[in-house]
């Protein structure tokens, strides 16, 4: 087989594959998961034209349609919004740690993002806890390759 040739393999169906792809090959938003895999920072986009900085990142803002963006680093830390407990049904890199605290975190910057809050006990978790980035492996994608996501953790843990 010739370099970078791809060896399809049976157990992996592209089309039901639960993870973004992340790699400048197969996604155009693949920057952000460059940011996350590479630099252990969360990154989105901010319009070049309007300045709105939308969460999750966009290639097109929502303000203005404009699709000149750039983009911007996020904060590493916020604060639980608000929170529940699951106790089923978790993606499956997730399965083992249940139960699992999901969150909606807001950062400084104004934007609030839908995460798990992994190291966290549904009786440990609360509004206004402050938590901090964790850059967490899930499955490899079809070319073997390290693909990520970004969850949250309390901070000190």
């Not at 592209?14 to 940011?35: G, I, N, P």
Request: glycine share 6%.
């Amino acid at each position: 087989m010739a370099e970078g040739e791809l060896k399809l393999r049976p157990d992996y169906y592209t089309a039901m594959d639960l993870v973004a792809q992340q790699y400048e090959d197969t996604a155009t938003m693949w920057y952000f998961y460059h940011a996350l895999r590479e630099e252990n920072k969360l990154v989105t986009t901010r319009c070049k034209s309007c300045g709105h900085i939308p969460w999750p990142p966009r290639q097109i803002c929502p303000e203005c349609l404009s699709t000149d963006y750039e983009w911007v680093d996020m904060p590493k830390r916020g604060k639980i919004y608000s929170w529940t407990a699951a106790y089923a049904g978790m993606p499956p890199e997730l399965q083992s740690r249940a139960p699992i605290v999901y969150a909606l975190v807001d950062f400084d910057n104004g934007l609030r993002m839908p995460t798990a809050i992994l190291e966290c006990k549904p009786e440990e978790a609360r509004t206004g806890m402050e938590v901090e980035l964790v850059v967490h492996d899930v499955q490899p994608d079809l070319y073997g390759r390290r693909r990520v996501a970004p969850y949250f953790k309390p901070v000190g843990r």
